[in-house]
């Protein structure tokens, strides 16, 4: 799904910057720490990059050996060609050109409660992890998603207001253990790492 202007400019602007860095991006890396998890020198995707600004993030903090990073909208694919990715293109979450178990990470800013179908988005996600792969995810709890759609004219579908149970079911049922779990600056928002089940 498309972010409206208002989300646009929500999306790409300092502020933004500075939670994916200090707190979104520290989450994840507490979390990889805490399960003994090095993604130094490998294969990353950068899921939905927007702007690139998650892109250049990932490659200062992880060196991967491969970095890739896509986004669905032509304006946030031409925003990130400034930084630092080894392929990025513009594509579709539900129908991603990669290979099958490909990438040993791969991170997404916030991006699965924009998918209508999202529990395909995810199974796409899963796809190109190989067994041992990691996802890190950092997602809206379904109220505060509502909210933001509401309230805040978010670009947010309905059916992309799921409850954290039901994340966490589906990611079981396509085979990812739940490593950990963090708050993010409040609780309606939490980061997730999941690993492929062997």
């Known amino acids: 799904m498309r972010l409206n202007r208002w989300e646009m400019l929500c999306m790409n602007n300092p502020p933004r910057k500075f939670l994916m860095r200090f707190v979104e991006l520290v989450r994840f890396q507490t979390l990889l720490a805490e399960s003994g998890i090095d993604l130094s020198g490998k294969r990353i995707l950068d899921v939905a990059c927007g702007s690139g600004y998650s892109t250049r993030l990932l490659k200062q903090a992880y060196q991967p050996s491969y970095l890739a990073a896509f986004d669905l909208m032509e304006e946030q694919v031409a925003l990130a060609k400034k930084d630092p990715a080894d392929l ?111």
Do not use: C, Y
Not at 167 to 174: A, F, N, S, V
């Open 88 to 198: 990025l293109f513009q594509g579709d979450l539900l129908n991603l050109a990669l290979e099958d178990a490909s990438f040993d990470a791969a991170f997404g800013f916030g991006i699965l409660h924009h998918v209508l179908d999202w529990r395909s988005a995810a199974a796409e996600i899963v796809r190109i992890l190989p067994p041992g792969g990691v996802l890190l995810l950092e997602e809206p709890h379904g109220p505060a998603g509502q909210f933001f759609r509401k309230w805040v004219r978010f670009a947010i579908p309905r059916e992309g207001a799921f409850s954290f149970e039901e994340l966490k079911k589906e990611m079981d049922r396509l085979g990812m253990e739940l490593l950990g779990q963090k708050t993010i600056w409040f609780a309606p928002f939490q980061a997730f790492l999941w690993q492929k089940r062997f």
